[in-house]
T-cell receptor, first 112, second 114 residues
Framework: TQLLEQSPQFLSIQEGENLTVYCNSS?????LQWYRQEPGEGPVLLVT?????EVKKLKRLTFQFGDARKDSSLHITAAQPGDTGLYLC????????????FGKGTLLTVNP | EADIYQTPRYLVIGTGKKITLECSQT?????MYWYQQDPGMELHLIHY???????EKGDLSSESTVSRIRTEHFPLTLESARPSHTSQYLC?????????????FGPGTRLTVL
């Protein structure tokens, strides 16, 4: 069974601070997705990374896929209250198994 | 923008009632999924479908059942609701291209069984 470990589980910071959350596994994934979920809503896809070592930027969010495609990180610069939510990573092992392996998520609270 | 819809958004119902949670997508995706999630917690896959007339049980055992008669429609049914079924139910569909698989989620149905 493939597992994705996310850390930290909870994070509470002040507006303007920087933060990094991590997504780690002992398994190799063909791609990895990051989602953000707000309370009472479904997860929204932020980014997909495919290539080992790949870095993608989405405004103040920077996503990195590990060289070995086993881990990923999400860095947020100058966090804002609107960044508050549950951040989920999900890995695709590829092949004909059309299921994603989800991590348990990092619950981020950005205080004004 | 993903077009996947779930109804109702909120449902409060008594024990023993039969309920159907609706999920529809207009993107023509073959693969569809149902997840169960408690607030702020991880997603648990309970059902998935690779296409019309294809349904499979997910990683978390569930007393619910699903059907896939049309590509765009993937309803979930509970024959007799119990308080332990109280949770958020999320429907998703996915697209596959090359090495990537991306799932798009509906807004969810928040179910409370009294």
């Amino acid at each position: 069974t493939q597992l994705l470990e996310q850390s930290p589980q909870f994070l509470s910071i002040q507006e303007g601070e920087n933060l990094t959350v991590y997504c780690n596994s002992s398994s190799v994934f063909s791609s990895l997705q990051w989602y953000r979920q707000e309370p009472g809503e479904g997860p929204v896809l932020l980014v997909t990374v495919v290539t080992g070592g790949e870095v993608k930027k989405l405004k103040r969010l920077t996503f990195q896929f590990g060289d070995a495609r086993k881990d990923s990180s999400l860095h947020i610069t100058a966090a804002q209250p609107g960044d508050t939510g549950l951040y989920l990573c999900a890995g695709d092992s590829g092949g004909s198994n059309y299921k994603l392996t989800f991590g348990k998520g990092t619950l981020l609270t950005v205080n004004p | 923008e993903a077009d996947i819809y779930q109804t109702p958004r909120y449902l409060v119902i008594g024990t023993g009632k039969k309920i159907t949670l609706e999920c529809s997508q207009t993107m023509g995706h073959d693969k569809m999924y149902w997840y169960q999630q408690d607030p702020g917690m991880e997603l648990h896959l309970i059902h998935y479908s690779y296409g019309v007339n294809s349904t499979e049980k997910g990683d978390l055992s569930s007393e619910s059942t699903v059907s896939r008669i049309r590509t765009e429609h993937f309803p979930l049914t509970l024959e007799s609701a119990r308080p332990s079924h109280t949770s958020q139910y999320l429907c998703a569909s996915s697209v596959h291209g090359g090495l990537r698989q991306e799932q798009f989620f509906g807004p969810g149905t928040r179910l409370t069984v009294l």
